[in-house]
């Protein structure tokens, strides 16, 4: 099975290609550091491989970090996002938020609603030492129930020992749509987790997973090793049990676009993928097309 094949199927019958996970900032806020901080993640760096390898839109995901503190402002205002080619996930109720844990999540959905109607989806993250059952408690509940009502998509970067508590969500607003991410079962922070992938493989029946590079979770020591021999395994492990149209691919550009390439991202589905034409197309943007179709009011 051939690139040109994987490509001519995203491009036929009304596929599209979709980054579930990539990031437009005011200033560069990882390491190792750039030297055009102001420039490297601005909106203009994201498009301009977007159009080179062929993607037509992508999910923005936000984060206020480093020297960012509104961005998911800076992201919804950028005029690129009026053409619907960026969709942008606000950041709510986040661990690095002010708002973390705070009372009143449901209302700051709502002021956020009020703020950017046009929002098809946010992102929560969770704090590593959280066991997660936030997400089903009264905040929790309350949140997300207005999520659900409001047909948002909710980005969740959880971890293994967290996705118990995502199962349990899934069963409480009946039509949330969920996109869990960062959930490597050989991530350095996750190695330890007993029974990662039992725990993971909870996710299977109630959402759909977002897969970043292989870059994203191996330790910055092996980044340099291609292709990530540590994720081979973990690849396999998500293939076995949330197959093709369960997944969709994120690049987290700008953040790891030194290590991987829309271009090399479809020639890996292509090439070392399991799965037809169709399926490797619905992974690489008819699923997440449909999610974001589905979305918002």
């Given at each position: 099975?051939?690139?040109?094949?994987v490509?001519?199927?995203?491009?036929?019958?009304?596929a599209?290609?979709?980054?579930?996970?990539?990031?437009?900032?005011?200033?560069?806020?990882?390491?190792?550091?750039?030297?055009?901080?102001?420039?490297?993640?601005?909106?203009?760096?994201?498009?301009?491989?977007?159009?080179?390898?062929?993607?037509?839109?992508?999910?923005?995901?936000?984060?206020?970090?480093?020297?960012?503190?509104?961005?998911?402002?800076?992201?919804?205002?950028?005029?690129?996002h009026?053409?619907?080619?960026?969709?942008?996930?606000?950041?709510?109720?986040?661990?690095?938020?002010?708002?973390?844990?705070?009372?009143?999540?449901?209302?700051?959905?709502?002021?956020?609603?009020?703020?950017?109607?046009a929002?098809?989806?946010?992102?929560?993250?969770?704090?590593?030492?959280?066991?997660?059952?936030?997400?089903?408690?009264?905040?929790?509940?309350?949140?997300?129930?207005?999520?659900?009502?409001?047909?948002?998509?909710?980005?969740?970067?959880?971890?293994?020992?967290?996705?118990?508590?995502?199962?349990?969500?899934?069963?409480?607003?009946p039509?949330?749509?969920?996109?869990?991410?960062?959930?490597?079962?050989?991530?350095?922070?996750?190695?330890?987790?007993?029974?990662?992938?039992?725990?993971?493989?909870?996710?299977?029946?109630?959402?759909?997973?977002s897969?970043?590079?292989?870059?994203?979770?191996?330790?910055?020591?092996?980044?340099?090793?291609?292709?990530?021999?540590?994720?081979?395994?973990?690849?396999?492990?998500?293939?076995?049990?949330?197959?093709?149209?369960?997944?969709?691919?994120?690049?987290?550009d700008?953040?790891?676009?030194?290590?991987?390439?829309?271009?090399?991202?479809?020639?890996?589905?292509?090439?070392?993928?399991?799965?037809?034409?169709?399926?490797?197309?619905?992974?690489?943007?008819?699923?997440?097309?449909?999610?974001?179709?589905?979305?918002?009011?």
């Amino acid at each position: 099975m051939t690139v040109a094949e994987v490509q001519a199927a995203v491009a036929g019958g009304g596929a599209i290609a979709v980054d579930s996970d990539c990031h437009i900032r005011a200033r560069w806020p990882c390491d190792p550091p750039v030297p055009d901080p102001e420039s490297r993640a601005a909106p203009a760096q994201l498009l301009w491989p977007m159009d080179r390898g062929g993607i037509d839109r992508a999910a923005v995901i936000c984060a206020a970090i480093g020297a960012n503190p509104d961005n998911a402002a800076f992201a919804l205002a950028a005029p690129e996002h009026s053409g619907g080619r960026l969709e942008v996930f606000a950041d709510l109720e986040c661990r690095w938020s002010a708002d973390h844990r705070r009372p009143g999540a449901a209302g700051r959905l709502r002021a956020a609603l009020a703020r950017w109607p046009a929002m098809r989806g946010f992102t929560t993250g969770l704090a590593e030492n959280e066991p997660g059952d936030w997400l089903v408690g009264p905040e929790g509940g309350a949140f997300f129930g207005l999520a659900a009502e409001g047909r948002l998509i909710a980005s969740l970067s959880v971890l293994p020992h967290q996705v118990p508590e995502v199962a349990r969500l899934a069963t409480a607003p009946p039509d949330l749509a969920m996109l869990p991410h960062h959930l490597d079962i050989r991530a350095p922070r996750t190695a330890a987790t007993p029974d990662a992938p039992g725990l993971v493989a909870r996710a299977a029946d109630c959402a759909t997973v977002s897969s970043s590079p292989p870059a994203r979770a191996t330790s910055r020591r092996r980044r340099t090793t291609v292709p990530h021999a540590p994720r081979h395994g973990f690849r396999a492990f998500l293939q076995a049990r949330f197959g093709p149209v369960r997944r969709v691919r994120g690049s987290d550009d700008a953040v790891l676009s030194r290590h991987m390439t829309y271009a090399r991202t479809r020639a890996m589905v292509a090439r070392h993928g399991p799965g037809s034409v169709a399926e490797k197309a619905a992974m690489l943007g008819g699923t997440m097309g449909g999610l974001l179709a589905r979305a918002g009011a």
